[in-house]
């Protein structure tokens, strides 16, 4: 611990993000950068405690508290604190192949389960990640490091997410030979087509997979298992397959209207709009763009936030998101205590965007959509949505409908974006793969393997959808299982 005093003398300073009437004039990145001697006095402030909790990514509540793939919190600040930045990075990829992506992208249980949360607002370790990895990049230190020695093992990825491709980086590291296949035209999974730009801008993506190229990995890109190549060829193929499909099955919200043009999922608006801007394409005149439009987003999660990021940014006549749950407290409830993670009241990027842009929050809480109203030529032109509320039925909330609370919202593009279903079934039907009740994959966390030998599965495919951070410590702990199949032992952590 550099400075026992740190945390009473310097105050919580995360790294900035840019004023939000700028922001959503362009597509850049939202945060600005730190310099090295705000840094340092962040991670003065870590105290080194007794009992660090930041770094246990245990579940409590069922959500994740402390950091899932264990990063090296206390020792990392202490460094950084020290200006040792080579050495803290190095630590900090002991335990994270992608830093620059959970640097930006993570929601940081970290953070939740900082021990000096309890008295005082906790560590920025997410923003102490971010610069960590960025210096490296910036310095050079971030280069190829290709095996010395292969081994004559083959492995077949499928799948280029965040749980892929910390598996292929892995497995590769110890000297198998990776394919990793990809039916989109780029690699990196939602990394690339989901998380929007402003919060990741695709050549930090670009940037990473480069990097695993000139390691020797191989990728292959426009290819979909069960399609192109059958799943059960890769079976005769590699020595071992690990599927990292990710859970795609967008949940669908079948109401009267649901098929009135303007009505589309989430990822139909946020997956063009990305290919759009790597194209160089003007993404504000593409027929699903928002510009102009009284926007209706349709859930109140991630992907809502990043509908309403992108609908602002098209210029959108208006925007409303709906929450069928309650607005959560400002402060954690007694139900909720440190080191849970906090379910507290916040306004994400897009939501404060929205308030300056439009004067207030756009997310109406309890609300629900009774069906979308059309005009005489199957256009959107409104939703119809009431109040509900949680009441008990047999043990289990349930929504209800407060009588006399329908009204109509004016709306000329809907965006679903309720969540998602799990794993699509071609690959799990071709090749018999069994599911869990949930329909992901069933392949016990901690071993991976599904009921195929030689067959495994991580990530959002086999736990459904999550987070970044969960993805990257699936695919690592499925790359050791893996070696150990392939060898008899693994040294992988
Ligand atoms: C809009 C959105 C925003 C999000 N924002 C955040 C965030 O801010 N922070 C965070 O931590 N998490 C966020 N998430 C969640 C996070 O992106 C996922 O949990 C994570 O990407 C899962 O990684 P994965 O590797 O398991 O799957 P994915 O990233 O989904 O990758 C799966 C890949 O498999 C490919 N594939 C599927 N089937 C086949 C096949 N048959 N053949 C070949 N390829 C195939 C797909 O094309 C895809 O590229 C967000 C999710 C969404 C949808
Ligand atoms: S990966 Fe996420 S949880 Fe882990 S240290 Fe980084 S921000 Fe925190």
Redesign the pocket.
């Known amino acids: 611990m550099g400075k026992p005093t740190g945390f009473l003398e310097y105050e919580r300073r995360p790294i900035p993000d840019r004023p939000p009437l700028d922001r959503v004039k362009d597509w850049d990145e939202i945060h600005e950068h730190h310099d090295e001697g705000k840094i340092q006095t962040q991670g003065a402030r870590c105290m080194d405690c007794g009992t660090p909790y930041?770094?246990t990514g245990m579940l409590l509540g069922n959500m994740?508290s402390?950091?899932?793939?264990n990063?090296l919190?206390p020792e990392w600040n202490d460094l950084a604190y020290q200006g040792r930045w080579r050495e803290a990075l190095d630590r900090l990829h002991k335990t994270?192949n992608f830093?620059e992506f959970?640097?930006r992208v993570?929601?940081?249980?970290?953070?939740g389960s900082c021990v000096l949360g309890v008295i005082e607002p906790p560590v920025t370790?997410?923003s102490i990640?971010c610069a960590l990895i960025d210096k490296g990049f910036e310095e050079g230190w971030v280069t190829p490091q290709p095996p010395a020695v292969r081994t004559s093992k083959k492995v077949a990825v499928v799948g280029s997410g965040p749980a892929g491709l910390a598996a292929a980086d892995q497995l590769n590291k110890v000297g198998h030979s990776i394919t990793v296949f990809e039916r989109a035209d780029r690699i990196g999974g939602l990394l690339m087509y989901g998380i929007p730009n402003m919060k990741l801008e695709k050549n930090i993506v670009q940037r990473r997979v480069d990097l695993m190229k000139a390691e020797g990995i191989e990728f292959k890109t426009g290819i979909e298992i069960g399609k192109e190549i059958p799943a059960k060829q890769l079976l005769d193929d590699f020595d071992a397959v690990i599927l990292c499909c990710g859970a795609t099955k967008p949940r669908d919200l079948p109401i009267d209207g649901r098929d009135l043009n303007g009505v589309h999922f989430a990822m139909e608006l946020l997956t063009r709009n990305t290919q759009g801007l790597l194209e160089a394409k003007d993404v504000t005149s593409f027929d699903i763009a928002a510009k102009g439009k009284d926007v209706v987003v349709i859930g109140g999660g991630d992907t809502g936030t990043d509908c309403v990021g992108t609908s602002l940014r098209h210029v959108c006549k208006s925007i409303t998101q709906l929450e069928i749950m309650p607005k959560p407290p400002l402060e954690r409830a007694p139900s909720n205590p440190w080191p849970e993670w906090p379910k507290v009241y916040e306004l994400d990027y897009g939501q404060e965007e929205a308030r300056e842009v439009f004067g207030s929050d756009p997310r109406k809480y309890l609300t629900s959509t009774k069906r979308f109203i059309g005009d005489e030529n199957g256009n959107l032109k409104a939703l119809a949505i009431n109040e509900i509320e949680w009441k008990e039925d047999n043990g289990q909330y349930i929504p209800k409908e407060v009588p006399g609370s329908e009204r109509e919202i004016p709306a000329q593009l809907a965006l679903l974006a309720m969540g998602f279903l799990g794993p699509e079934d071609s690959i799990a039907n071709e090749l018999g793969l069994e599911r869990d009740a949930r329909s992901n994959i069933q392949a016990e966390y901690g071993k991976f393997t599904t009921n195929i030998e030689g067959v495994f599965s991580a990530g959002d495919m086999r736990r459904g959808q999550s987070l970044v951070?969960w993805a990257i410590n699936e695919g690592r702990a499925a790359a050791r299982e893996c070696d150990h199949y392939l060898m008899g032992v693994s040294k992988l952590p």
């Open positions: 930041c770094h994740a402390g950091c899932p793939i990063n919190i994270n830093p959970t640097g993570c929601p940081a249980p970290c953070e370790i997410k990640e951070v």
